[in-house]
């Protein structure tokens, strides 16, 4: 079992930067692909990021591309999504996903979830 724990959302204005965090517990972290989704008010899930167990390959959505980082820390039993030059189209609860084996930009292929942080983004 893994439990994830989001942190680091808030308001901000166009142009701002965050960095969400999703702290996870349990054991074996290291084994495990790490993702970032959003779902904004009336709107699917969708994919935002994502990094392999050791954190060398990492994958992104078009539209966060060069404007967003994932990193994960294995020590840390974290996973971080550095987020610049925020637009109000990146408004949306945020949440992170752990799954064993290779990243997925499919949310069915995750099988842990945290709760999500909210970020809103005001032009």
């Known amino acids: 079992q893994v439990q994830l724990v989001e942190s680091g959302g808030g308001l901000v204005q166009a142009g701002d930067s965050l960095r969400l965090s999703c702290a996870a517990s349990?054991?074996?972290?290291?084994?495990?692909?790490m993702g970032w989704y959003r779902q904004a008010p009336g709107k699917e899930r969708e994919f935002v990021a994502a990094?392999?167990?050791?954190?060398?390959?990492?994958y992104y959505a078009d539209s966060v591309k060069g404007r967003f980082t994932i990193s994960k820390d294995n020590i840390k039993n974290t996973v971080y999504l550095q987020m610049n030059s925020l637009k109000p189209e990146d408004t949306a609860v945020y949440y992170c996903?752990?799954?064993?084996?290779?990243?997925?930009?499919?949310?069915?292929?995750?099988?842990?979830w945290g709760r999500g942080t909210q970020v809103t983004v005001s032009s």
């Open positions: 996903a752990a799954r064993y084996g290779s990243p997925s930009q499919r949310a069915y292929n995750y099988d842990y």
């Open positions: 349990g054991r074996a972290f290291s084994s495990y692909a």
């Open positions: 990094t392999s167990w050791s954190g060398d390959n990492t």
